[in-house]
């Protein structure tokens, strides 16, 4: 059976910019080796992602999010060097309509660039308010059906929290870098992470803290137990590239490993 029509497919406004991607890595601190990248937006020329965000209209908001998923599996699939890295985007589910029909998209270009479903992790934001709780379960439920990891990023800094965690659970939860930013010296902070890795640990969803800065930062929060990490610690975006990893990850709560892209 054909998936539904999707009204945003016959009525979004076309795009009048182009645009490309940059690509952060995602580490796996325990096995010492790039856990995937999230793709970034950027202009054409690699400048940031305001310049694209802030000419997107509301009419324009559903393709956008469709031309995103696309673009970032094409520049994926031509970069990244081993079949089980991961390639993370980022959506709007308030640009989503039906979430079957608006698939089709992603998935066309996952069959043309061979690029594994299972491989593919989006991220919805939690600060984004969310207007409808319930259409956001029927995009996590068709996404899972087709094998997609389920992201909720920006956690501890958005509407709704612990709330979300309570409607539906994604498979994984990115730490908003507010509650990251010098853990290592916070005893609050401490406390918080504790409590939101002993929910996802019973709740069955991994945990990714981002925007790492320091060694400090990175030692306390892997000693807490968080295993994969993002941020300008490992290296900043690098546009339509991967950026080198080279970097020596030293402390008293890890041997020392060298990460390499390959």
């Known amino acids: 059976m054909s998936a539904p029509e999707c009204p945003g497919c016959q009525t979004s406004k076309p795009l009048d910019f182009d645009f490309s991607m940059a690509f952060q890595p995602i580490i796996d601190a325990?096995?010492?080796?790039?856990?995937?990248?999230?793709?970034?937006?950027?202009?054409?020329?690699?400048?940031g992602a305001y310049s694209i965000l802030s000419r997107v209209s509301d009419?324009?908001?559903y393709r956008f999010d469709q031309a995103c998923?696309?673009?970032?599996?094409?520049?994926?699939?031509q970069l990244f060097p081993r079949?089980?890295?991961?390639?993370?985007?980022?959506?709007?589910p308030n640009a989503v309509y039906e979430p079957a029909a608006c698939l089709r998209a992603t998935l066309a270009a996952a069959r043309k660039n061979d690029f594994p479903l299972g491989a593919i992790m989006f991220e919805f934001t939690e600060s984004e308010e969310m207007t409808d709780v319930d259409h956001l379960k029927r995009i996590i439920t068709e996404y899972r059906k087709m094998g997609f990891i389920t992201a909720l990023d920006d956690f501890g800094a958005?509407?709704?929290?612990?709330?979300?965690?309570?409607?539906?659970?994604?498979?994984?939860?990115?730490?908003?870098m507010k509650l990251v930013r010098d853990v290592n010296r916070s005893h609050a902070r401490q406390t918080?992470?504790?409590?939101?890795?002993?929910?996802?640990?019973?709740?069955?969803?991994?945990?990714?803290?981002e925007g790492i800065e320091t060694a400090?930062?990175?030692?306390?929060?892997?000693?807490?137990?968080?295993?994969?990490?993002?941020?300008?610690?490992?290296?900043?975006?690098?546009?339509?590239a991967l950026p080198d990893l080279q970097i020596d990850v030293s402390g008293?709560?890890?041997?020392?490993?060298?990460?390499?892209?390959?």
């Not at 325990?30 to 020329?45: D, F, M, P, Q, T």
């Not at 918080?192 to 803290?209: C, G, H, T």
């Not at 400090?216 to 339509?240: D, H, I, M, T």
């Open 30 to 47: 325990s096995a010492g080796k790039v856990w995937g990248y999230e793709a970034l937006v950027r202009g054409v020329a690699g400048e």
């Open 69 to 77: 998923r696309v673009k970032a599996i094409e520049l994926a699939s």
């Open 192 to 209: 918080i992470l504790s409590a939101i890795l002993y929910v996802a640990r019973e709740l069955d969803i991994k945990v990714l803290a």
């Open 216 to 240: 400090a930062e990175f030692n306390a929060l892997k000693a807490a137990g968080v295993r994969l990490f993002q941020g300008y610690y490992f290296a900043k975006p690098a546009f339509q």
């Open 158 to 176: 958005g509407y709704a929290g612990l709330g979300l965690l309570a409607d539906f659970q994604p498979d994984l939860i990115k730490i908003d």
């Open 83 to 92: 079949p089980d890295l991961h390639l993370s985007i980022n959506f709007l």
């Open 59 to 61: 009419e324009q908001k």
């Open 252 to 262: 008293p709560a890890t041997t020392k490993i060298l990460l390499a892209t390959a």
